[in-house]
């Protein structure tokens, strides 16, 4: 250490932000593989044979295990047991395992194996859990939506696993210091990797002209790779912290059953936790279907190849000034003087504006709704600041539940008018989606720092444990929710591929047709009907999720101020 004054590692701010950078890139890694497969759902259609349900299955199965075999609330006991450092590198493994099945599932040599024949024939249902309703697999689900689902169960463990373990870890490095912007930079850096999501798992899985969806998982693994790598550098400067403070672990908190019931005694918990699952309902389970909600919506006319908006690196343009974007508005946190701060402002919403423009030149789905994680890189830490010195949290959770509101709505009745009208589709959609980024920003920004004013510091990694627990359910269900919902309110879409695929079938067995040419019938059937969904349905159980967040979160602005928990009261005072 340069500092001969300076005691510990995190005595040096220098090193405190480096802890933080390596667990907030190990997230970053996390979120992208979380949403890979989201933005190209209309290629897992047509490539792999998936229809809605089985995609929303899949997607769902992420947060199983976690709900239903509790184990986020093992993952807290293992947190609090065997401290931030050993729980950083087991999650980073479990992930890592769970995204290599996942890969294993959509690669190429899945099809035809053994394996993709077994699980056809094999777990169309778990006994117990079907008659239950909560079953993450069913009769007919495409084997290789079958073997992902497993390895997204797995996945889904690790990455919650260590959202616990990075706040954890930000609490032992930061607390007494500045630790609602470093959570806030966590929360912003996440965000980033969903908007790097959004661009590059579909530049991938079509990179050279050949479609490729496992090469869009594979990227995702190798981010993974590196996020356990962070988790291990980690790991060392966490034990020298460790050997510096001479604590053996974090052992202020220890998980204890008894603890449960004080947390779940509390009106305030359970306002916050279920207005968490209500608003993250809205939110991340949309992120999965918004791409194609978009697709479906604007009727977006991809450039020509060949032509300058088509080009490959106009892709790589467009994600160095979404960098553009994220690094000066996170910078504009850190500058002391007025006018530095309001410069770097400009230029990250200037290069917002570029890049809203690029995206609709490109007429890109996911290019354009990457801007809804990008505001959230700007704003969070901004928001994050406020109510660290200002206050005002209950108040911002209620403004949040109504913008996600009126955003859900505009998107199930005002942009599907707009369809015709391909520069007033996209700009009411930009519009919308930096809305909603905005929400996005709010909610996150004042719910996860409220969390600390409802409960004893000695039980807070068990708080946060629980209203995990309590949001994956909504997590968990969502996404199929959404799935069943759009196939019922498109049934003509099903019938369609069925027809095909019955035709088709009866050709081959005919000899009019050789197989190839009948899956490539059933594929461009499939494409078409993938961008023809109606969306307007599942928009609206989502607004109506908002309006339940909203009546919650009046309800507890009263309970605050009867109670004088204080969520309005600014952190720092
Ligand atoms: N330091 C704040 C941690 C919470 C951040 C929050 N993440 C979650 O709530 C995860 N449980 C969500 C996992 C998403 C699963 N698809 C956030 O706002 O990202």
């Keep these: 250490m340069a500092n001969s004054n300076l005691k510990t590692l995190r005595d040096s701010a220098a090193m405190r932000w480096i802890a933080l950078l390596l667990l907030a890139l190990a997230m970053f890694c996390s979120?992208?593989?979380?949403d890979i497969l989201s933005p190209i759902k209309d290629l897992m259609l047509s490539q792999r044979g998936w229809d809605s349900t089985a995609f929303g299955t899949m997607q769902g199965a992420e947060t199983f295990l976690n709900v239903f075999v509790f184990f986020l609330i093992f993952a807290g006991i293992i947190l609090d047991k065997m401290g931030v450092r050993f729980t950083a590198l087991l999650s980073g493994a479990v992930m890592l395992v769970g995204a290599l099945i996942k890969y294993y599932a959509i690669a190429d040599t899945f099809i035809g194996s053994d394996i993709e024949k077994w699980f056809t024939e094999n777990l169309n249902y778990i006994p117990g859990l079907d008659e239950l309703g909560v079953s993450p697999f069913y009769k007919g689900m495409p084997a290789s939506a079958k073997v992902a689902a497993i390895g997204f169960m797995i996945f889904g463990c690790g990455v919650e696993m260590a959202g616990i373990t990075v706040s954890r870890g930000i609490v032992k490095w930061f607390k007494g210091r500045e630790m609602a912007l470093a959570m806030g930079s966590e929360m912003a850096l996440a965000r980033l990797g969903v908007a790097t999501c959004m661009i590059f798992s579909p530049f991938f899985a079509k990179l050279g002209g050949n479609v490729s969806v496992s090469r869009s998982v594979a990227f995702g693994v190798v981010l993974l790779m590196i996020a356990l790598i962070m988790f291990i550098v980690y790991f060392f400067m966490d034990k020298k912290l460790d050997e510096q403070t001479g604590e053996a672990e974090e052992k202020d908190g220890p998980f204890k059953v008894s603890d449960i019931g004080q947390i779940l005694s509390s009106s305030g918990f359970w306002l916050v936790a279920l207005l968490c699952v209500l608003y993250y309902s809205a939110i991340f389970p949309f992120q999965k279907y918004a791409v194609n909600m978009l697709q479906c919506n604007l009727h977006l006319t991809t450039p020509e190849k060949g032509s300058f908006w088509a080009d490959d690196s106009v892709t790589?343009?467009?994600?160095?000034?979404m960098l553009i974007v994220a690094a000066a508005g996170f910078a504009s946190?850190?500058?002391?003087?007025?006018?530095?701060?309001?410069?770097?402002?400009?230029?990250?919403?200037?290069?917002?504006?570029?890049?809203?423009?690029?995206?609709?030149?490109?007429?890109?789905?996911?290019?354009?709704?990457a801007v809804f994680p990008l505001l959230a890189v700007l704003i969070t830490p901004i928001l994050g600041n406020y109510v660290d010195h200002k206050g005002k949290a209950a108040s911002m959770l209620i403004l949040g539940s109504l913008l996600l509101i009126a955003c859900h709505l505009t998107f199930a009745f005002v942009l599907p008018l707009c369809g015709n009208s391909p520069v007033g589709g996209v700009v009411i959609a930009y519009i919308t989606i930096l809305v909603l980024g905005a929400s996005f920003s709010l909610v996150p920004a004042s719910l996860w720092p409220s969390v600390p004013k409802l409960v004893e510091p000695k039980i807070i990694g068990s708080a946060y444990a629980l209203i995990f627990w309590i949001q994956n359910i909504g997590l968990w269900l969502f996404p199929l929710l959404i799935g069943k919902v759009l196939e019922g309110t498109n049934p003509e879409l099903a019938a369609k591929i069925k027809a095909i695929k019955e035709t088709t079938k009866h050709a081959v067995e005919a000899g009019n047709m050789t197989i190839q040419e009948a899956n490539a019938q059933v594929a461009a059937v499939s494409e078409n009907v993938a961008v023809s969904y109606n969306y307007t349905w599942p928009l609206v159980m989502l607004a109506a999720l908002g309006v339940a967040a909203f009546f919650l979160g009046l309800l507890l602005k009263a309970v605050d101020k009867k109670k004088g928990i204080g969520l309005e009261e600014p952190n720092i005072k």
């Design 31 to 34: 979120y992208i593989f979380m």
């Design 316 to 321: 790589i343009v467009q994600y160095v000034i």
């Design 333 to 369: 946190n850190f500058m002391k003087k007025k006018d530095l701060k309001y410069a770097m402002l400009v230029v990250s919403i200037i290069s917002l504006l570029v890049y809203c423009y690029m995206g609709y030149m490109r007429q890109s789905a996911e290019a354009i709704f």
